[in-house]
């Protein structure tokens, strides 16, 4: 994967900050012990203007994870919203992936971090598709990793926090290091939970199923839509736990996320599935996906947040 694409200004605290000057402490709290919280967002470029995606949602998120973990967020919901707007402004990008982080500053190094302030920053760059180019149209080879998610009442996985992915690395180093694009990890009682950082959905026999939250996993705004877009064309969805082996013998599996989008996967552990390439029920999906986004479809104007 390619260098940053460095932009001109991050966000920090309230501040526009030149690129190379937004910087930290190296007492940081969250650099040593992973307190902080954080999110993946997209703008991209539609009919009628650039407009992130779903942002509303992704900075509840934000909230949620901080909440879960004691943190006060110093800015509200609609202030992180603008200041996100403002930043892609300034930055002059028509498309982008969004980065904010609120962390434990510098104060401190006890285990308890609250004492330390909660600080919030906001980057955005030009990113192109997280997977590489032709995974959305060929899919990609999978393994099932032999690292597990995070057991029950241990990480809590709703939280979106930088400390589950230090799981998600020996995923997807494991992973690479073998030839795969990436790893799925099995939960705590040993049924599918998502990859190193997407979602998962099998179709098996015309019916749409994914992990439920029961199954460890981030609860996924892709994940979200991709359960409203396939309802709205009719298919049935099921959330609930999956067993390993329904990978290997479903019709199509899919990840999604918002680096992922909708990216099919063709193997799993080397068995081939289905065809072995995008079958046609992810591929509706995607079409859909990327449909609604291209024109910013007023039918779903809440999804889109405009820039300009
Ligand atoms: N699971 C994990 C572990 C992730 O890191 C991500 C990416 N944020 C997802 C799922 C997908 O979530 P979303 O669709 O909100 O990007």
């Known amino acids: 994967m390619a260098k940053i694409n460095e932009a001109k200004y991050i966000w920090m605290s309230g501040k526009m900050v030149p690129w190379n000057e937004a910087k930290v402490h190296v007492l940081t709290h969250a650099l040593h012990y992973g307190s902080a919280v954080f999110e993946g967002i997209r703008a991209y470029r539609t009919k009628r203007g650039t407009a992130v995606f779903r942002l509303k949602e992704h900075m509840k998120r934000l909230l949620d994870s901080a909440k879960i973990y004691r943190m006060e967020s110093p800015f509200t919901l609609e202030e992180l919203m603008n ?19 609120l962390y434990r500053g510098y104060f401190n190094l006890g285990v308890n971090p609250m004492e330390c302030p909660v600080e919030v920053s906001i980057a955005a760059w030009k990113w192109g598709k997280y997977l590489g180019p032709e995974a959305l149209e ?28 230090a799981n998600a690395q020996l995923i997807k180093m494991e992973a690479v290091v073998y030839g795969f694009s990436e790893g799925i990890a099995l939960n705590a009682y040993g049924t ?29 705004i892709t994940r979200l839509t991709v359960i409203e877009i396939a309802k709205s ?14 990978l290997y013998i479903a019709d ?11 990216t099919p996967i063709r193997s799993v552990d080397k068995i081939v599935i289905g065809e072995g390439k995008i079958g046609p029920v ?12 291209e024109e910013a479809d007023e039918r779903y104007e809440h999804y889109f947040t405009w820039v300009k």
């Open 83 to 101: 200041a996100t707007v403002e930043l892609i402004k300034i930055n002059e990008l028509d498309e982008c992936y969004i980065r904010p982080l």
């Open 138 to 165: 060929q899919g990609v080879d999978v393994m099932i990793s032999s690292w597990n998610r995070m057991a029950p009442n241990t990480f809590p996985a709703m939280a979106k926090t930088t400390a589950n992915y």
């Open 192 to 220: 599918i939970s998502e990859g190193s950082g997407e979602n998962i959905f099998v179709v098996k026999d015309g019916v749409i199923y994914t992990p439920n939250l029961e199954s460890t996993i981030l609860p996924g």
């Open 233 to 246: 064309l009719g298919f049935e969805v099921k959330e609930c736990f999956i067993p390993r082996e329904m």
């Open 252 to 262: 199509e599996i899919f990840f999604t996320g918002t680096a992922a989008e909708v």
């Open 282 to 293: 992810t591929k509706r999906i995607q079409q859909e996906f990327f449909r609604i986004i």
